[in-house]
Structure formats: structure tokens, C-alpha cells
């Protein structure tokens, strides 16, 4: 804002030397005050004045009251001084702002009123102005402090005029107080600078006057680099054309125009870089002229974040799925094109209906019960329901519904991606007809290649077979009883790894191999030596087999057993519970170069043996320790007496896979429990030479004789007659002889120590012998030969 000023440019006086009558006072008729004007604040309404002594008939005294009283209306400090920078002269003004009485100035230097760190530059200041002796106008650029009397210091504005007198150059300066102004700038840049923006302030011919920190870290440039350059420093070359016609139409309209007010503005950091802008303009009207305020904001991270929503909003429009929205009472909002070819309706057909209208009559509860949930803030996912369309078809529909939200947290409305499955539900339909039809043929394949073991007489058993209820159901799981003869029962179990009918058809033919192999009468090691051979035959990679084979010998109370890597064995005794059969650990079948040993174990008559696969205690999230404990706890509760073997196999089951329609892999149980000991055994050692078959028929005849078998005895002499004559002739001693009588058999055991195992042949009519195992064929009712450690052991079995 201009301020009036008091300048008095030319006074001669050649009266006394009265400071007033200097200026004014004694001035002759026909001298000329030839320029005194007098200026005030504008806002007083002082006018300048001209007084001509004489010509107007005023006296010279009336002049100087007329000064004077000019002086002392002035709005601002007025001080006088002469050329030594003695006051001479100050108003009422003067002694209000400085403190000091009027006596107490005059004939002081002006010094005193400047503070003690600015006196030796007033100084300079003062000697230069008397040289230079032009008008400074009130405000001229400098930052200047007046001194007050008690010792306060303020800023200051000061316009200076010089007054020729014949007496030499007096200088009057007009003193204001501007801290109310400078407070109130201090205020404005403390604003300017907490704006959360950049600042830029600019003249009518767009050079920055004022800029604030936010600026500097925007456009990366310092403070002193922006002031007094042009604004189009701050903007990319293509556009600066157009920003100058925008500037210049702008000075014209002057207007303020909001942030963001539809321009796509960019802005140039010092680095070359540019950056989107959005740029709200004010305009400010000073007595400099016109000012206009930029608050710049960079926009880079909306105007990415812009993007990323317009993709996917292209994304969710162009989404083969149907998605829409909704108000939280269940309004449609948001409709996509793929929701149109979904249901059939338009987005102006649906937009604000209630989404109830999508759904059939009947499922109206439904789609509260989905409002309750996205209401609590849950996400619902794949749920699968029944949608109908606008031509009232039922479609199959896999729905994902989440809640949206407010910046503040709070759900307001739903979104939902509706997938037609239509086509999914009947493939399902049909692929499940197609399962139960695959998985009864692989059944059915499965129970054939496992078969059926025979019943046993005197050997009680149970057995249990689950499928798997996952997949084909199909495993590698098999069990079998194999009768040996003599009183001995061969017990298989064996797990192929895998699943599927591959896994089966190795399985079958496993099973089949190690049947026939057990009934030749091998030993456990051997035939487990057999099968890893028969594995590595099947050119399966990979494939591995755990198998466990237990060789039964009732008479004497002993078991035989060979584990391939299988599960232990567990024997379980009324009254003594269970335990593991000890087993030497050999690796599974198809491992290879594997030397497999067996073990013997006596086990007392009515104890049951315990077979099962891994089906049974390997269970997802269990430890199969832990399962095969509780497996034996379960069986030591069970057979504190001698339970139902039947029984016992479905409280094992329902124990150890509660969840019958839960198991991934089939489960095979097998229970046997020994027969009872014989009622009769004896045995005797003959040498190898022809008196040991008489001594033999001899010792057979006082046994059946003490047992009550007579009726037997002559068949029986005859084949031991025949069996005895092979080993003394063709094996060697010693020769062991060994009967047993159970209630229903007689079975009579000859061994020596050859490996030969002897042949039935057809004899010539002129042989003398080949006659022997042919008429043991004929007259046993079962007879066999099974290879033993020291040699084999030729038997027959009669009926009782």
C-alpha cells in the first residue's frame, strides 16, 4: 500500500536562524516557496499545497503555522535533520513512537533513534543521501529498526525528501512503525510455509516473488533459485506456449479456480523429470499489482492409482463371470456385460432392483441368510446354489460374495462373481455315474485277485477289508491262508505300494506267486527270496512291496516268520494281552541283492496272531507310533479273555478309524487264532539202514494201538513202510520219525538229511522200485514233501 509522504523540494531563507523560520517563517515579499508540498497518508485526504508569500497577501507568520500545523497532522513520524545529522524538527508523531520527548531530540543526532548494530551503516547511509540527495520513497527496499527510548527496537518504514536552504541542505524524514505489518507478513509466510502444497506466488508477468519449503522439495530446486525467475522454469517445454496464453488469459480474468479444475497439468523438476500436477489459482490485488497464488500438487500417485482402477474396472467389465454390486438391503448397484449374458437382462433393467429377483422363490431365505453374513463383515466363497434368468431358467452357479468397505472400516454394500457351472454340474453327474461304475469294476477285479482263503479246520480266523474311500478305492493290499498239510498253515499279508489297478494287478499277481510258492512247502526266508525275484520281474519302477509270510506249525506250538519291511506282527494271549512277534527287519520286496532271514517264536495254543497294512494306523495328522500303540492297548483290552475273533475285528476298526467314510488308503485286518495242541505226538531217530523200517512200522503199530487207531493201522504201516524204505536207500541218517493224532487225523512225518526232494514217476512192469510214492498217492488222504535247514521231511495224512 502507497503511503502520502510530506516532501519539501526547494526553500530559501536568509532570515534568523529559527528552525521553522528556516523552512518557512521569514520568507520576503516576492520569494517564492517554489515547490513545498505537503503529503499525508492517502487515507487522511491530505492534499499538497503551494504558498505564495506575498503575491496572496498572507504574512509570512501565517505560513509557518500553516507548516507547522501541516507537520503535526501528518500521519507518520516526521523528523528533520540537517547535514550533520542534528534533529531540528519533529511532530507529536515522533514522540509518541520513539518514546522521547520533543526536548529531548531537538539538537541530538538522529543516531540516537537508530540501534547501536545499524549506527555505523546509517551513517554511510546518511553521508551517501547528502551527496545523492534524491526522494527514497516510504518502503524502498531496505529492512530498517527505529530505536525506542526505552531501548525496544521495531521495524521501521522511511521516505526521505531534501530541503535546499540558504543555510545548507536539511533532510526530512516521514518515520512509520510497521510491526503490525511485518507480524502480519511473518504470519502470512508461517501459513505459507505449513501449506500442505507447494506455493508459488507470482506478478502479472509471471515471475515467482514467493515460494515455501514444500515447493523447494517438489521441484527439487533451492529458494533463491526460483525467486526472480519465471514460472515457466517450473513447467516442460511443450507446454510452455500454452501456459503463457493460459497466464495472460488469466491476468484478465482473475478468478479463482479450484484444484484439479479439469486440466491436465505437469510440472518440471530441476532434474528433467516431469510429474502430474493439479494446480489451484487465487488472485491477490496489492498497490504492487496484481499476484496471483499457485498451490501445486503432485497427483503421481493418484493418477497411478487412477490407472490401476481404470484397469480394473476394463478387466471387470471385459471378466467372463458375472459380477455385480449391491447396497447392504440388497440393491443391485454395479451390473457388468457378462452379468447381461448370464441372466439376460440389461443394467437399466436391473439397476436398484432388489438382488432377490435373480434367485428362485423358494430360495428367498437364502439370500437373507448371505445379506446377515456379508452384513458381519464375511466373506462367502464358492457357494454353490441355484440362480434363475430372465426367461426363468435354473442355472447351476458357484457364487464368491465379500463386503465392501468405507475408508473408516464400515461395510456398506457387497460385491459378487457369479461363475455358471451348469455345464460342471452335469460332467459332475455323469463322472459320478462313470466312478461307481469303475470303481465297482475295480472292486470286483480287486476281490477276484485277492480271492478267498479257504477255511482252515481247527484255525479260527477273521478277516476285514476296507477300501479306500477316496480315488478308485482300489490298493495293493492282499491277505491269504495257504494249508500246508501236517498240521501247518502258511499266514501271507502284503501291501503293494500305490493305488490304482496297477497297484492291484501287481497285487494279484503277487498273491498268486506267493500262494503257489508256499505250497511247495518252502521256508518263510525262501519264499520271500523268491518273491523280491518275481518283483524285479515285473519291470515296475520304483515298485516296492511289503510282504510278512508266518508259517503255523500247530503240534508244536511254534510260528516261522519272514518280514519283507511290513508292519510288526502282534500276538495276542487271553490274560496276557498283546505284544510284537520278534521279527528280524529286512527291507521291502523289490529293493534287490537283499539276503531275508526268518525267525522262529513259540507261541502257546489259543493265542491269536495279528496281521494288518498300513492302512490301518496310518492316518493323516496321527503319529503312526502312536496308532500302532493304541492298536495294541486296544487288543490287550480286548483279549483279557478269548473273545470272538469277529467281534473283536469290528471293535478294532470302529477304534482305530472311527470316521469309516474318512480313510485315504484300504485297510486290511487279519486275525488267526492257533488251534489247540494236539491230542497225541511222538517221535523217534532210526539210522539210515534197512533194519530202521521194520524198528519204524513196529513203533507206529504201539502207538495207534495206544491211541485207539487201529482201524488205520495196516494203510498206515504200508505207506510208512514205503516212505521209510525211500530214505534209508536213497537219503541220509539219521532219519527222524514223528507221529501226531488230532481228533480227526493221523499224519506221520518222515525226515532225513538229504535236499533231494523224491519224484512220483510211472514204473515199468519189469522196475523193481518207482511203485512207492504212487501207492502213497493212492492210499493217503494228503501227503507232501517240504524242504527243510538239515534236509526235507516227506509226510502223509490219514483220516481218522
Known sequence: MRHARVIVTQVRWDGPKDPMRRVCGGANVGETISSASVASDSASGCAASTCCVGECGVRPGGAEDRFRGLLEAAPDAMIIVDDTGTITLVNAQTEALFGYGREELLGRTVDLLVPDRFRTHHSLHRSGYAENRQVRPMGAGLELHGLRKDGTEFPVEISLSPLETTDGLLVSAAVRDVSDRKAAEDRFRGLLEAAPDAMVIVDDTGTIRLVNAQTEALFGYGREELLGRTVDLLV???????????????????????????????????????????????????????????????????????????????????????????????????????????????????????????????????????????????????????????????????????????????????????????????????????????????????????????????????????????????????????????????????????????????????????????????????????????????????????????????????????SAGHLPTLVATPGEGARALPAPVNAPLGVGDVLYQQCSAVIPPGATLVLYTDGLIETPGSDIEDQLSQLTSTLSDLFTTAPDLEVAADHVLTTLLPDAEGHNDDVTLLLTRLPDAPLAAVSLDLPAVPDSVPEGRAFLSKALTSWGCSTKADDARLLLSEVLTNAVQHAQGPIGLHLCRTASDLTVEVGDHSPQLPQPRFAAEDDESGRGLVLVRALADDWGVRPTDDGKTTWFTLHL
Open 236 to 562: 516442460p517445454d511443450r507446454f510452455r506456449t500454452h501456459h503463457t496464453m493460459h497466464r495472460t488469459g488469466y491476468t484478465d480474468n482473475r478468478q479463482v479456480r479450484p484444484m484439479g479444475a479439469g486440466l491436465e497439468l505437469h510440472g518440471l523438476r530441476k532434474d528433467g523429470t516431469e510429474f502430474p500436477v493439479e494446480i489451484s489459482l487465487s488472485p491477490l490485488e496489492t498497490t504492487d499489482g496484481l499476484l496471483v497464488s499457485a498451490a501445486v500438487r503432485d497427483v503421481s500417485d493418484r493418477k497411478a492409482a487412477e490407472e490401476r482402477i481404470n484397469e480394473l474396472a476394463a478387466l471387470v467389465e471385459s471378466s467372463q463371470d458375472a459380477i455385480l454390486a449391491k447396497t447392504l438391503d440388497g440393491h443391485i448397484t454395479y451390473w457388468n456385460a457378462a452379468a447381461q449374458r448370464l441372466y439376460g437382462y440389461t443394467r437399466a433393467q436391473v439397476m436398484g432392483r432388489h438382488v432377490s429377483l435373480l434367485a428362485p422363490l423358494d430360495h428367498g431365505r437364502e439370500i437373507d441368510l448371505l445379506m446377515d453374513r456379508l452384513r458381519n463383515g464375511e466373506r462367502v466363497e464358492h457357494y454353490e446354489t441355484l440362480r434363475v434368468t430372465r426367461h426363468g431358467d435354473l442355472l447351476d452357479v458357484d457364487i464368491t460374495l465379500w463386503p465392501t468397505r468405507s475408508p473408516d472400516g464400515e461395510v456398506i454394500g457387497a460385491c459378487a462373481i457369479v461363475r455358471d457351472i451348469s455345464d460342471r454340474k452335469r460332467a459332475e453327474a455323469e463322472l459320478t455315474v462313470l466312478y461307481e461304475q469303475q470303481r465297482h469294476i475295480a472292486l470286483t477285479l480287486q476281490r477276484s485277485l485277492m480271492g478267498t482263503p479257504p477255511a482252515i479246520p481247527g484255525l479260527t480266523t477273521a478277516s476285514r477289508y476296507r477300501p479306500a474311500t477316496q480315488g478308485a478305492g482300489v490298493g495293493g493290499d492282499w491277505f491269504d491262508l495257504v494249508p500246508l498239510g501236517a498240521g501247518r498253515v502258511g499266514v501271507l499279508i502284503g501291501d503293494v505300494m500305490g493305488r490304482g489297478l496297477e497297484a492291484a494287478a501287481v497285487m494279484g499277481q503277487l498273491r498268486s506267486a506267493a500262494h503257489a510258492l508256499a505250497k511247495t512247502g518252502m521256508q518263510p526266508r525262501q519264499l520271500m527270496q523268491a518273491l523280491d525275484a518275481a518283483v524285479a520281474d515285473l519291470d515296475v519302477p520304483d515298485q516296492l512291496v511289503t510282504c510278512c509270510y508266518l508259517v503255523i506249525a500247530a503240534d508244536a506250538g511254534a510260528v516261522t516268520i519272514c
